[in-house]
């Protein structure tokens, strides 16, 4: 059963992870921008740039550093923020 939807603004995602705590949600698509989305009121809260088409990615148990993966390329780390975007 289908509990609700999240908008991507229009991003194809590719790969999810829940944060250890359950209030965010990352989403990796077709672009260059990881998303990140507060899992109470499903709206985007942060945006970190991470590199073209993030297939694939572990986010560290403090929620502080990102290592995705990318088509072609080697794995890229990211800093984020629970608030603010950051690289």
Same mark, same amino acid.
């Given at each position: 059963?289908?509990?609700?939807?999240?908008?991507?603004?229009?991003?194809?995602? +590719? %790969?999810? $992870?829940?944060?250890? =705590?359950? #209030? $965010?949600? +990352?989403?990796?698509? /077709?672009?260059?921008?990881?998303?990140?989305? #507060?899992? $109470?009121?499903?709206?985007?809260?942060?945006?970190? =740039?991470?590199?073209?088409?993030? /297939? %694939? +990615?572990?986010?560290? &148990? #403090?929620? *502080?550093?990102?290592?995705?993966?990318? &088509?072609?390329? @080697?794995? !890229?780390?990211? !800093?984020? !923020?629970?608030?603010? @975007?950051? *690289?």
């Amino acid at each position: 059963a289908n509990v609700g939807t999240i908008s991507t603004n229009g991003m194809a995602a +590719f %790969a999810v $992870q829940v944060s250890p =705590e359950g #209030d $965010q949600l +990352f989403v990796g698509g /077709n672009t260059t921008t990881l998303l990140v989305i #507060d899992t $109470q009121t499903r709206t985007i809260v942060n945006t970190v =740039e991470v590199g073209f088409a993030t /297939n %694939a +990615f572990a986010v560290a &148990p #403090d929620n *502080r550093i990102l290592y995705g993966t990318h &088509p072609g390329s @080697a794995c !890229s780390i990211s !800093s984020v !923020s629970r608030r603010n @975007a950051a *690289r």
